[in-house]
């Protein structure tokens, strides 16, 4: 189980296995990244950066945050597959906001128990 200072839960990443990307889809939100990040994926996928600045990333003000697109009523992260199993097409490259979740100062009083089923009271 993982702790982090100041948080009154801990997180369990054994449980990403079954959760079906639960943090990656939902409500629509903003997966902020910054240059270093996004070389990273370009590099990890072999993309050709002007592409992959079109289809994965959009702009907000004067920040970038990885795409998202519509699914039913909700949205999803670009990068989340879900056949034959739920799972991120660029985890061991994805961005440090993707990393700390669910230790978010957001969350810091209220843990994410509905979204997240890695959530564990700690021992």
Do not use: H
């Amino acid at each position: 189980m993982m702790l982090k200072s100041g948080f009154d839960f801990g997180f369990d990443p054994g449980a990403c296995a079954d959760c079906g990307g639960r943090c990656c889809r939902g409500d629509s939100g903003y997966i902020w990244v910054n240059q270093r990040e996004i070389q990273s994926i370009i590099r990890f996928l072999g993309a050709n950066p002007i592409d992959f600045m079109e289809a994965c990333i959009r702009r907000v003000d004067n920040r970038l945050s990885i795409g998202e697109r519509q699914v039913g009523t909700g949205f999803q992260c670009v990068f989340l597959e879900m056949t034959p199993k739920a799972r991120c097409r660029i985890y061991p490259v994805r961005p440090m906001q993707c990393r700390t979740f669910p230790f978010w100062d957001r969350y810091r009083n209220c843990p994410p128990k509905d979204e997240c089923p890695g959530i564990r009271e700690p021992a």
